[in-house]
């Protein structure tokens, strides 16, 4: 079996004291935090923050210490099973200009409820249920 690793950030900015987290628009048709796959001799923190900068534009990531999930999951690749491992930290970001690659279709930046529910997969709606307190008080 095929087996990928990748690391994301669950990352979120403050406006006006409303705390608003990032999904992006995955062309496969989910709605996601950023991530991407841990090339070879990287950390997965260095991952983390160079698919922040490759997919978002966003380079001030200050991570949130206290946060680091993984989720696993599989899905099928020309055939093939695919089974995957993806380790998620939580960062604090003062950008609020995104600005896409073409891997994703869109963004959207939302108040912790409306991430929740936009947010496709069960295991990431987890994730932002386990940084919600974290997130509310920083
Ligand atoms: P990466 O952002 O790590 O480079 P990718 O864009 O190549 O990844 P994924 O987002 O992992 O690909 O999507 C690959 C497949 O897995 C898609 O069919 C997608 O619907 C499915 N998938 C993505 N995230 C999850 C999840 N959290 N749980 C279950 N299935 C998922």
């Known amino acids: 079996m095929m087996q990928e690793r ?28 950023v991530k991407g796959r841990i090339e070879k001799g990287e950390q997965e923190k260095e991952a983390a923050i160079r ?12 991570f949130i210490d206290g ?9 099928q690749y020309d055939g093939k099973q695919v089974k995957k491992e993806v380790i998620f930290f939580l960062g604090k970001t003062k ?6 690659s073409d891997e994703h279709l869109d963004h959207v930046w ?3 409820d ?21 997130v509310f008080a920083s």
Not at 95 to 100: A, F, L
Request: charged letters at 25%; a negative charge.
């Open 51 to 62: 698919e922040a900068r490759e997919e978002t534009g966003i380079t001030d990531v200050e």
């Open 114 to 134: 409306l991430a929740y529910s936009k947010t496709t997969y069960q295991n990431a709606k987890s994730l932002l249920q386990k940084s919600k307190a974290l």
């Open 6 to 33: 990748s690391a994301g950030i669950v990352l979120f900015r403050e406006d006006s004291g409303k705390k608003l987290f990032l999904l992006l628009h995955y062309p496969s048709g989910h709605w996601d935090f």
């Open 67 to 75: 946060f680091e999930e993984k989720i696993h999951y599989t899905y």
């Open 95 to 100: 950008t609020s200009n995104v600005t896409i």
């Open 110 to 112: 939302l108040e912790y």
